[in-house]
């Protein structure tokens, strides 16, 4: 997910989320021991490193990065002490009592702010609109190279998030002065991706893939009842992320995030993409 912010730790819910530790710890220090002021890490000096403790004395590092230099950048707390793209969540009141900060040369607290989990995303951009240049397969179904495919990334759970992908399709005619746009969902499988952490359970992932394979079959039909224009993909698409109430639950409530609309390529125009596992 591509969101950056200050220079350091990311929040959950300020109640009990792991980047919420930022305003967490800081509500924290008050009522425990106090800590020493921030101090360089020892093994990598130039790394920003925060470790969280629920009683003072065992302590679990959940961020240990190399600022990349930006002005601004957001990055969250891992989980069981893996770094493999999952959101850990620590309740201030008993995980994350006790918080250690250490810092580089020339940072201070000032350099950092602790932030409440910013919420389920997703993006897509017009370069992820395209055909596979090889053949792929999730497990269950494989797609032949040349099957249409629109990607993106995303910010959430992968087991209670859902997308839907939807199209503005021309519909009348312009010689005959009325054209217009109509917005429906686009029929298809969407896909969502996450690292399988070696220990622990699936949670939040601040780095997920998505996936959404048209079914241009049954756009066909309807294209075809529509008097859609020239391409079988509409001429714009958005996508929206959702949460569901069960595992692979079905659609409920408003989105949780959507893009802007963007338009779709021409065939001729369409990009070759290539998926890892291909």
């Not at 957001?74 to 309740?91: A, E, P, S």
């Not at 995303?154 to 503005?168: A, F, K, L």
């Not at 005619?173 to 220990?199: H, K």
């Amino acid at each position: 997910s591509s969101e950056d912010s200050s220079s350091s730790e990311e929040s959950s819910s300020s109640e009990d989320s792991s980047s919420s530790e930022a305003s967490s710890s800081e509500e924290a220090s008050s009522s425990s021991e106090e800590e020493p002021a921030p101090k360089a890490n020892a093994e990598n000096p130039d790394h920003i490193m925060i470790q969280v403790s629920s009683d003072g004395n065992t302590y679990e590092t959940v961020l240990n990065y190399k600022p990349s230099g930006k002005q601004e950048e957001i990055k969250f707390f891992t989980k069981d002490g893996q770094d493999d793209g999952r959101i850990g969540f620590y309740d201030a009141d008993s995980d994350a009592k006790n918080v250690r900060v250490y810092l580089p040369a020339g940072f201070t607290m000032e350099n950092v702010d602790f932030l409440a989990y910013p919420g389920d995303s997703i993006t897509i951009n017009e370069a992820a609109i395209g055909r596979l240049s090889s053949s792929f397969s999730d497990g269950e179904t494989t797609y032949p190279a040349g099957t249409v495919v629109i990607t993106g990334t995303y910010r959430g759970d992968p087991v209670y998030n859902t997308i839907r992908i939807s199209g503005q399709f021309q519909t009348g005619s312009a010689e005959q002065g009325d054209l217009e746009l109509t917005e429906r969902p686009i029929n298809g499988t969407a896909i969502l991706f996450a690292q399988v952490p070696e220990q622990g359970d699936m949670s939040e992932i601040w780095d997920g893939i998505w996936v959404f394979v048209p079914n241009l079959e049954k756009e066909t039909e309807l294209t075809g009842e529509d008097g859609c224009g020239v391409s079988l993909l509409p001429a714009e698409i958005m996508a929206s992320l959702y949460r569901t109430n069960t595992p692979n639950g079905s659609v409920e409530g408003p989105a949780l995030s959507t893009t802007p609309w963007i338009s779709s390529p021409t065939e001729d125009s369409m990009p070759q993409i290539q998926l890892g596992g291909s």
